[in-house]
């Protein structure tokens, strides 16, 4: 089974920064994942932050935070990292990270009915 750990949440003042990790574990890192940030507060749907492929392509963000966030991956360490830098009061909410098998790269989008499988969170909150 595939199985996805957060970390790195916490509280940040406006304007700070923080790195958000998620390691995945059961999943082939050279095949076809999408993998995914998204976010959530009580109260609404769950939004995409960002996604990229285990290769390394198809780099996406909301309009929210481009140009603030930064989607990365480190394959020897199978591990998904979010990069938040100028963070909004509005970023508040629990962040999840999500894997998604893809049988074309051209699908790797942050849209939930992408990702199959998902992390429990992490909470990121700005004041």
Not at 19 to 39: E, I, K, N, P
Not at 62 to 71: E, K, T
Not at 82 to 93: F, H, I, N, S
Request: net charge neutral; proline share 2%; glycine share 12%.
């Amino acid at each position: 089974d595939v199985q996805l750990v957060e970390s790195g949440g916490g509280s940040v003042q406006v304007g700070g920064s923080l790195t958000l990790s998620c390691v995945a574990s059961g999943l082939v890192w050279y095949s076809r994942y999408c993998m995914g940030w998204f976010r959530q507060v009580p109260g609404k749907e769950r939004e995409g932050v960002a996604s990229i492929t285990v290769a390394g392509e198809r780099l996406k963000y909301a309009d929210s935070v481009n140009g603030r966030f930064a989607i990365s991956l480190d394959s020897a360490k199978n591990t998904v990292y979010l990069q938040m830098d100028g963070l909004k009061t509005e970023d508040t909410a629990m962040y999840y990270c999500a894997a998604g098998r893809v049988y074309d790269p051209s699908a790797c989008t942050p849209v939930t009915t992408v990702f199959g499988y998902w992390g429990q969170g992490t909470q990121v909150t700005v004041s």
